[in-house]
């Protein structure tokens, strides 16, 4: 049998633990003090430790052994809860002294992203034809051979389709589209099912040519398709178009010239430049010094694209155009190199 414990034991514990308990300055000690005293999870607290001896004293003694030894308890619980909160108010303070905010330091700038050139052109292209009261539609990049060539005048073997140089799938048949055009027949066939109407519409989007990439030539660009069709639409309404997107787009004073050109689905077909003149600087570096900068293909739609679209060449007329955001942002911002577009240079990026 162990040794009988004694209040002196007792008192004594008390004075250690109340004195160890002073001396407790963090977290980490407070809990090696509570183990100490308490137990843990697996030890024995000392205290326990002498309570459990009770019975090893003669049965008269042993209430006011039990007394103490819970009088004792109840002061050490009470006096950890003190030091526990004194050390938790330290800790904090020392946390907040650690982070401390100085609120009055500047905000740290958000960076904020930008357009694109050719979405910043694209957008301003939009903008003006469809207050001209044009609608905005899509078509897809992976096209037919039908839809790219044939349906606008290029039966397989014609010579035209050597103007584009084309992206071919391993689907027969399939292929990059080389330029928009083809949204010419997707729109017009969906507006004739029911009976052909009156059109007005814009298709941008992105077209693909197998070609070398050099500063002035890339492998893949936008175009803005134009269509209109209507009972009695002629060339002076394509001329109208142009010198009115002419002015907003480029300021100028609304003159234009038309080329005569070559396309398999237009006819006449022709080549669209605006006049910017040559007296101020910017004019004279935007058109090479010619006073013209060419800015689309255009004529009127052929009757046989009519046809394919679900138009009577007989009783409907009109005209289409196709123009390079890209080509009239490298004029507008004096971009010199056109594989600056695609390359994803931050230091190009953000001068816009
Ligand atoms: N699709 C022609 C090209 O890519 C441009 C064009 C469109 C010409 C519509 C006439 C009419 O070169």
Redesign the pocket.
């Known amino acids: 049998m162990s040794e009988a414990p004694t209040l002196e034991q007792l008192d004594a514990l008390e004075r250690e633990a109340l004195a160890a308990l002073q001396q407790v300055e963090n977290s980490e000690a407070l809990h090696a003090w509570r183990a100490r005293y308490f137990g843990a999870k697996r030890t024995e607290g000392a205290l326990e430790q002498l309570m459990k001896r009770i019975g090893s004293l003669p049965p008269e003694q042993r209430p006011a052994f039990g007394r103490r030894a819970n009088a004792v308890k109840q002061t050490l619980i009470a006096a950890y809860e003190q030091r526990e909160a004194h050390v938790k108010t330290a800790e904090m303070q020392a946390a907040l002294q650690a982070n401390a905010l100085d609120v009055t330091l500047p905000g740290r700038p958000i960076a904020v992203g930008r357009l694109h050139p050719s979405t910043l052109t694209l957008r301003r292209i939009i903008q003006i034809f469809t207050r001209m009261g044009f609608e905005v539609y899509r078509s897809p990049e992976v096209e037919t051979d039908e839809m790219n060539f044939t349906l606008l005048n290029m039966p397989p073997d014609h010579p035209a389709r050597d103007?584009?140089d084309t992206f071919y799938t391993t689907t027969p048949g399939v292929i990059l589209r080389?330029?928009?055009?083809p949204g010419?027949i997707r729109v017009m066939r969906e507006r004739s099912k029911n009976g052909p109407q009156p059109l007005r519409v814009i298709l941008p989007g992105m077209?693909y040519r197998y070609e070398q990439v050099t500063a002035r030539s890339e492998s893949q660009f936008n175009?803005v398709?134009g269509l209109v069709i209507g009972r009695r639409i002629t060339m002076a309404d394509l001329k109208g178009v142009f010198v009115e997107f002419a002015r907003q787009m480029f300021g100028s004073a609304g003159q234009i010239r038309f080329r005569a050109s070559y396309?398999p689905?237009?006819e006449p077909?022709v080549e669209v430049d605006v006049y910017l003149g040559t007296e101020t600087e910017r004019a004279r570096m935007l058109t090479k010094g010619t006073g013209w900068l060419e800015i689309?293909?255009?004529?009127m739609v052929h009757p046989t694209v009519l046809r394919n679209g679900g138009y009577d060449p007989e009783e409907w007329s009109g005209f289409?155009?196709?123009m390079g955001p890209e080509r009239q942002a490298m004029r507008l911002y004096g971009i010199n190199d056109i594989r600056y577009f695609w390359q994803n240079d931050l230091r190009f990026l953000e001068q816009f």
Do not use: Y
């Open positions: 103007m584009w080389t330029h928009t055009s010419q077209v175009q398709e396309f689905f237009t077909s689309a293909g255009a004529g289409a155009f196709g």
